[in-house]
């Protein structure tokens, strides 16, 4: 059970799920200087865009906090480098306002077009005035959309639905995927100068930040529409300002630099602007939408630790692998917790069918699984490879398209030598498969003990009259030999750990070449 903090509102659908995740959730309004105070008691954080999630949060809410999430797309109110560094995962919920996203924006687009919002300000104030509002068919025209995401495309397909046709800029739009939604890719420059409208969908980051400045909105056509239901500081609001009042362009704001927007912004009052309060996401079927989505994605997390739409953990994952990440992290904590030397290498190895997906995500799994017995600092998929990095720690992985025996191996390397375990998932069960060059075939769960020692009658009484006179129940055992002659390598899954003082006991008793406790 996780302690969570809702500090922006939660739709009621969401908040009942993270109850029935089995959490404590308090969703409440809090000041910035009482979310300093009060955060180092919550594991996780759900905000929307009011909230600010800065550095000083971060560090306030450390060790406990492990999870921020954005009940939405945006994270610019969060300091996701700061979070990162400290080794919290930063989640949003990308797909929950695409449909009310692209609707608002269309909507900005005809309302531009056809001055519907200044038209009924002045009506609603008994002027009847047809003059001053003489707009433009859609039908027709070149809509441009700058950055073809989920929400791009939507507007797309209903625009053309309307007449328009459809170029766009964006870096990753491949030729097949332009032609076969019949919009023409073009770059920055000729789109501002061909499209009639044009509307802004990318993310704020370093590259878009200004990407509208001055000099490109002044390159638009005159008496093209300008639309922005993105994020705030990607266009120089200054400059559209300019542009409006000369009636060069009109544009329709949904999003701004500084929310809310300042009594003193160069935009208020031009009535060629039309401006919205951030309302792209504010549909009651969006806000319940995001809000399943992140409470779902929560209960994931703190169930399993399933990362899902983590916005600086840069591991995608194959659906296919999701249930062998478990089994990766498993045999990676296990082979640090037999380690006498330290680790400076990891190899994972995937096998089967396995081997026909992109399987680095089951090595950073591996490595995840090792380190968090390793190493004091916070390890997630996060922080893993920095710290690895930080250690010397080498990470590898390949794939064997070969069926029949463990399907994914994971080998320690030593400067002392290597270890290797190896399992597979049967009925949802990881069974060790190999352990060194042992063949064994056991479920596993719970405490272990793995023992190597001379093969000769009575030792399985020597361990086991010791684990039985000090109430360690004995759940599982597989012992194995390679020739029958020489040691014998026995793994136990055991109900309780067993004591360093028992350990002792049992070591002195079968004078074994090696022996390891491990808890899972």
Do not use: C
Request: hydrophobic residues 50%; proline residues 5%; without cysteine.
């Amino acid at each position: 059970m996780a302690r969570i903090l809702v500090t922006d509102g939660m739709a009621a659908e969401g908040l009942a799920i993270l109850h029935q995740g089995g959490h404590q959730v308090e969703n409440r309004k809090v000041s910035s200087e009482e979310l300093l105070k009060i955060i180092g008691d919550y594991d996780a954080l759900v905000v929307r865009s009011a909230t600010q999630v800065t550095a000083a949060v971060i560090k306030a809410g450390a060790p406990r906090l492990k999870l921020v999430g954005r009940a939405g797309v945006g994270v610019d109110n969060i300091d996701v480098a700061a979070a990162t560094a400290a080794g919290v995962v930063v989640m949003n919920a990308p797909l929950g306002n695409i449909v009310s996203a692209a609707e608002h924006t269309i909507g900005m687009i005809f309302a531009a077009a056809r001055y519907i919002p200044q038209a009924h300000a002045k009506l609603v104030r008994g002027e009847w005035d047809k003059k001053s509002f003489v707009g433009v068919e859609l039908h027709g025209k070149v809509l441009g959309i700058i950055g073809l995401g989920k929400i791009g495309k939507h507007v797309a397909q209903v625009m053309q639905a309307a007449g328009m046709t459809v170029i766009a800029h964006d870096p990753f739009l491949s030729a097949e995927v332009a032609r076969d939604l019949r919009i023409e890719p073009v770059d920055l420059e000729t789109l501002l100068a061909r499209a009639d409208v044009v509307t802004v969908h990318t993310p704020l980051t370093d590259q878009t930040r200004n990407m509208l400045d001055a000099a490109r909105l002044r390159s638009m056509k005159r008496g093209a529409r300008l639309i922005n239901v993105a994020r705030g500081g990607i266009i120089d609001e200054a400059a559209v300002a300019e542009l409006a009042k000369s009636g060069h362009i009109v544009a329709a704001l949904d999003v701004f630099a500084e929310e809310p927007l300042p009594a003193n912004s160069p935009l208020l009052g031009v009535p060629n602007v039309i401006l919205t309060p951030h309302l792209g996401a504010s549909t009651e079927e969006a806000q319940t939408k995001v809000s399943v989505d992140i409470a779902q994605q929560f209960n994931a997390f703190f169930a399993s630790g399933k990362i899902i739409n983590a916005v600086n953990v840069q591991l995608r994952v194959d659906p296919a692998l999701d249930p062998y990440l478990s089994v990766a992290e498993t045999l990676g904590s296990i082979v640090a917790q037999t380690l006498a030397a330290p680790l400076i290498g990891l190899e994972v190895i995937a096998a089967g069918e396995l081997a026909k997906y992109d399987i680095k995500p089951l090595a950073v799994a591996a490595l995840k699984g090792a380190l968090q017995r390793i190493s004091d600092e916070v390890v997630n998929f996060v922080t893993v490879n920095h710290i690895a990095a930080e250690r010397g720690i080498t990470v590898t992985s390949s794939a064997r398209d070969v069926g029949g025996g463990p399907a994914v191996t994971v080998k320690a390397i030593t400067p002392a030598g290597e270890r290797i375990i190896a399992g597979s998932l049967d009925r949802g069960q990881l069974r060790v498969q190999r352990y060194d060059e042992y063949p064994i075939d056991l479920p596993i769960s719970g405490h272990l003990l793995i023992m190597e020692y001379p093969d000769r009658p009575g030792m399985v009484g020597k361990y086991g009259t010791i684990l039985g006179d000090h109430r360690i129940n004995i759940a599982r055992m597989e012992v194995s030999r390679i020739d029958g002659r020489g040691d014998a390598l026995v793994i136990l899954t055991l109900d309780d750990p067993v004591p360093a003082a028992v350990m002792d006991l049992i070591v002195a008793a079968i004078k074994p070449s090696r022996a390891h406790r491990v808890t899972l």
